[in-house]
């Protein structure tokens, strides 16, 4: 079972804060560090404001050596695909083939408002996802000398060189994720290398992956080459006194931290897992929200980890 950590640097850090974590969870035998991609926080103030989320990884890929590095997800509302495909390319470049590209259609209205970004409607969002990620993976694939051309409803490309190339070949792994029943697992068996489940019971889990496993059947494609992930909130504590200080400085109640996220005692947290893995799950995101508290990944790393394989 693969452990990432998964932060939400919106909610109030800056490039330091999250270089500390990135060097942590490296240090401490995690297999990623992730970070979302959004503008605006939600629920507090965010002080000090938002970091980018492909420039803050254009500089972890400097200052780390092992661990992967992605976005869960980037929102194809904010970047241009072909600008999205050469940033992308290049952060790969520069971590030496560690990068990964989750990629969704974008949800938050409120932080395109705030920042002057367009916000289609859910259908048009969904098509420019779609088209996308055919512009995306098709500038990849492009091979070196040839020429890439995209005419589609809301994006062309006309004799692009198709550069840079990503240091991954064929390219870095793409993820897509969500509960749609229909469109999501179509585009996730066409597209993605990774199918995720945000914050979502073990049975609601289990039926949005047998939708993916259907559509990758119906696409012809082998539902075994699909890794199937999962995102849950953190909060792992050795004590009572522990896990409470830990959910208080989020803002949440440990019984509800124990239902819905991988909460409680290592072991505890050990057991919710296991109950993911047994749905399909290969790959848990521990979405870490208090990133000034790096004796909390200390206890997953020590408690936790070694009892997953």
């Known amino acids: 079972m693969d452990l990432r950590i998964f932060t939400e640097p919106q909610q109030g850090a800056t490039y330091d804060d999250l ?132 005419r589609g409803k809301h994006f062309a490309l006309s004799d692009s060189p198709a550069l840079p190339k990503p240091e991954q070949q064929p390219r870095p792994p793409i993820i897509i994720g969500g509960a749609g029943k229909k469109r999501t697992p179509a585009l996730a068996a066409r597209f993605a290398d990774e199918f995720n489940v945000a914050f979502a019971p073990v049975d609601t889990a289990t039926e949005q992956i047998g939708r993916v496993r259907a559509a990758c059947a119906t696409a012809g494609r082998r539902p075994e080459t699909m890794t199937f992930s999962a995102a849950l909130v953190l909060c792992c504590g050795r004590t009572d006194a522990e896990l409470a200080r830990r959910a208080e400085a989020i803002g949440r109640e440990v019984d509800e931290l124990r239902e819905n996220g991988a909460a409680g005692t290592p072991g505890e947290v050990v057991e919710k897992i296991q109950r993911y893995r047994e749905a399909g799950v290969g790959r848990i995101y521990l979405q870490t929200l208090d990133l000034s508290d790096l004796d909390h990944l200390a206890v997953v790393a020590a408690d936790v980890m070694p009892h997953l394989g």
């Open 19 to 150: 270089l500390r974590v990135a060097r942590a969870t490296e240090d401490l035998g995690f297999d990623a560090f992730f970070r979302s991609d959004h503008y605006l926080a939600m629920n507090v103030e965010g002080m000090p404001g938002p970091t980018d989320a492909w420039l803050t990884l254009a500089g972890l890929a400097r200052e780390t050596s092992r661990i992967r590095l992605g976005t869960l997800v980037t929102s194809a509302t904010f970047r241009l695909p072909g600008p999205l495909a050469i940033s992308v390319a290049q952060v790969d470049q520069m971590s030496g083939g560690r990068v990964e590209l989750g990629l969704g259609a974008g949800w938050f209205e409120a932080e395109h408002a705030a920042y002057g970004i367009p916000f289609p409607p859910l259908r048009e969002r969904f098509d420019r996802l779609e088209e996308s990620l055919e512009i995306i993976t098709g500038l990849w694939g492009t091979p070196a000398g040839r020429r890439f051309d995209h």
